[in-house]
């Protein structure tokens, strides 16, 4: 069967150092990355980037890719075409944003106290959201969605999205740094992968999908074949234990963007 959709993080997947498509993770100059898309492309395949990002980043960069559609801030909503099909369920956006509702509510103060020396918001890049709070440091996700529950807040969970590296002096003593989103429970790369594959007519197996996180190893369930670039278990060799629950998952021998390529080449080829 052709693949038809590849499903794509940018963030220390398709980008390397610096968020740049043309470096590797060490700086290194490749166009690795380039031919991933370039390959898809020339092979009628859509590209869908899917990224924690704010609305315009991700969509500058589809644009760039010649896409008209994309995922933003981790699932919380699709623009398919230019129209917007929100994953955030009572939390919609109106005379305040998402973001706004949510911190009026409390929640991201409740993280903070809670986890302080633990957890801090994510500077340069938690402003100008509309959705998720975006935050960095090292707690247990699960840990933090039940605490979520016990103080009222069901509605919110927070997104483990990987191993960042800038951090600030109260994280100092972290052995590593994360980054983490407080979303709508709703909000999720994996619900807004089948929402798009529904909305076109794609089947499961006619999908790929390649990251570098656990919320990009969820989409598992939604495509036919799932890639972890091989930076994402260098940074955090715990995540290949949740790469061998899905049968479909595998990780690359290289990391970010030319992970990327040699999972889109494998895939064309195996299609053919």
């Keep these: 069967m052709s693949i038809r959709c590849l499903y794509l993080d940018l963030d220390s997947t398709l980008l390397g150092r610096g968020a740049s498509m043309l470096h590797d993770g060490d700086g290194n100059i490749t166009i690795d990355g380039v031919r991933a898309v370039q390959a898809c492309l020339r092979a009628g395949v859509e590209v869908l980037l899917m990224s924690g990002r704010r609305r315009a980043q991700v969509h500058e960069d589809a644009r760039l890719l010649g896409q008209g559609s994309f995922i933003f801030e981790s699932g919380a909503c699709l623009v398919l075409d230019g129209e917007e099909h929100?994953?955030?369920?009572?939390?919609?956006?109106g005379e305040l944003t998402i973001a706004e509702q949510i911190d009026q509510g409390g929640a991201p103060a409740l993280l903070l106290e809670r986890y302080g020396g633990r957890l801090e918001?994510?500077?340069?890049?938690?402003?100008?959201r509309e959705v998720s709070h975006l935050f960095r440091g090292l707690v247990d996700a699960e840990e933090v969605d039940a605490l979520l529950a016990a103080e009222g807040y069901q509605h919110l969970r927070l997104v483990d999205n990987g191993v960042v590296s800038r951090r600030s002096e109260a994280l100092a003593a972290l052995p590593h740094v994360r980054g983490y989103h407080l979303v709508p429970a709703g909000a999720a790369k994996v619900a807004a992968v089948a929402l798009h594959r529904r909305a076109r007519g794609y089947a499961r197996e006619e999908a790929i999908a390649v990251g570098d996180s656990r919320e990009d190893l969820a989409c598992a369930t939604e495509v036919g074949s799932m890639w972890l670039v091989a930076n994402a278990v260098q940074r955090d060799p715990s995540i290949a234990e949740a790469v061998a629950a899905f049968p479909n998952a595998r990780v690359a021998e290289a990391g970010h963007g030319a992970g990327v390529y040699e999972a889109v080449l494998t895939e064309l080829m195996d299609a053919r």
Excluded: D, F
């Design 121 to 128: 918001y994510h500077e340069p890049w938690h402003v100008q």
């Design 86 to 93: 929100w994953l955030t369920g009572s939390l919609l956006p």
